[in-house]
């Protein structure tokens, strides 16, 4: 039986990952396919069950099912179990169930694919204390970044997060006061998505040239918070690479090969331009 994948949601028609997976499927020589799923808000334990029983090899889970689904599944993963949030479905040989997270490792490796190596000896500056955030600073703990501080519009979720991986909470005026001490700057709020408000979710007047700009929102590729960073002479990390990434660790998982990320960087960047 011909394998296939699948990315549920609701709603999922507008996702890039199923022509990102077919095109995958195509360059490594996989007989396989991969289709969106329209999953409603509630009904994820059906969709599993559903799932399981018409042989899916795996799927994608994106919002508002992933933490939804983790009932519904037969193992989770560290990470996972530590955000409570899956994004990715593993079909183990035994026919069990593994949920897995690559959001925040997608992360890791597109800001590190950037820039050419790793910067873990960076102080780290994540705006925004959220589900995404969670993701990212607790994959950049594990992966070695030792000195990440979190701030946010309600502290105290700042301080929750911070108390997880032992970082520093911090308020937004104080965090834009420091703004030169970091050496990256990672913002993970909805802001982006939105001009309405300035798209810069803290002042960056004291952001350092040196300092490495990142935004997790890929539309706009450009969003208003990345284009002060390139005014200022920043790099910048868009929130394409995080995207793809955690694509690409999600199909190395299901099929044991990596995909060409740089290439599918370039054609979905073309498709977007359309």
């Known amino acids: 039986m ?19 997976h077919e095109a995958w499927f195509g360059e490594n020589g996989i007989d396989a396919s991969y289709i969106p799923v329209h999953v409603p808000a509630g009904t994820a334990g059906k969709a599993v069950a559903a799932l399981r029983r018409l042989g899916a090899s795996g799927w994608n ?15 989770v993963d560290p990470i996972a179990a530590e955000m409570q949030a899956v994004n990715t479905v593993k079909v183990l ?31 780290v500056l994540i705006i925004g204390a959220g589900g995404a955030a969670n993701g990212i600073a607790l994959a950049m703990k594990q992966a070695g970044y030792g000195k990440i501080s979190v ?18 909470a911090l308020r937004l005026e104080e965090a834009a006061d420091r703004l030169g001490e970091f050496g990256i700057i990672i913002q ?6 939105s001009t309405a408000t300035g798209g810069l979710p803290i002042a960056l007047d004291r952001l350092d040239r040196r300092t490495v700009v990142a935004d997790i929102v890929y539309s706009p590729l450009y969003t208003d918070f ?14 394409l690479g995080m995207f793809i990434w955690q694509g690409a ?6 099929t044991g090969k ?15 331009e359309e």
């Open 249 to 254: 660790l999600a199909f190395h998982e299901w």
């Open 93 to 123: 040989p035994d026919g069990r169930l593994l949920g897995m997270n690559t959001d925040g490792p997608g992360f890791v490796r597109s800001l590190e694919e950037r820039i050419g190596q790793s910067l873990s000896e960076e102080p």
């Open 61 to 75: 889970v994106t919002v508002p099912h992933k933490q939804a689904i983790i009932p519904y599944l037969d193992e």
């Open 151 to 168: 701030c946010n519009r309600t502290v105290e979720k700042a301080e929750a997060l911070c108390s997880r991986i032992g970082g520093e």
């Open 188 to 193: 993970t709020t909805p802001v982006g998505m």
């Open 2 to 20: 011909k394998n296939w994948y699948a990315v549920i949601g609701d709603p999922v028609s507008h996702s890039k990952s199923p022509s990102m």
């Open 226 to 239: 990345l284009k002060a960073a390139m005014n200022n002479g920043n790099v910048i990390v868009d929130g």
């Open 258 to 272: 990596m995909p060409d990320t740089l290439g599918t960087r370039k054609r979905l960047i073309a498709e977007m």
